[in-house]
């Protein structure tokens, strides 16, 4: 069965940090490009950061940069999300998301496969 499942989420003070984990089942990584994009309540699915297959090139939106640091560990067939200085602005449901293609993208659509989401609630 294919399939990626997403872990790591949970509650966690302003300023403080959390690591996602994206792992992959029935398939390997090592030729997707991935993607972790969030979605908070009433609002739009939003990219976040992306990992291409090809070379390991690494993207994040402009409010991530500096903060979030995007990873990947071929050997355990995983993708990771290490996200530090956390905001409340970043609360929201994070997804990582799976296209067989070199070069990633912050389009949704671009992708073909998709985690069930980890909750991600920053709050003092």
């Known amino acids: 069965q294919v399939q990626l499942v997403e872990s790591g989420g949970g509650l966690v003070q302003p300023g403080g940090s959390l690591r996602l984990s994206c792992a992959a089942s029935g398939f390997n990584l090592d030729h997707y490009a991935i993607g972790w994009f969030r979605q908070a309540p009433g609002k739009e699915r939003e990219g976040v950061s992306c990992?291409?297959?090809?070379?390991?090139?690494?993207r994040y939106v402009d409010s991530v940069k500096g903060r979030f640091t995007i990873s990947r560990d071929n050997a355990k067939n995983t993708v990771s999300l290490q996200m530090n200085n956390l905001k409340p602005e970043d609360t929201a449901v994070y997804y990582c998301a799976s296209v067989r293609s070199g070069r990633c993208h912050f389009v949704a659509g671009f992708y073909t496969g998709w985690g069930q989401g980890t909750q991600v609630t920053v709050s003092s």
């Open positions: 990992i291409s297959s090809r070379d390991g090139d690494r």
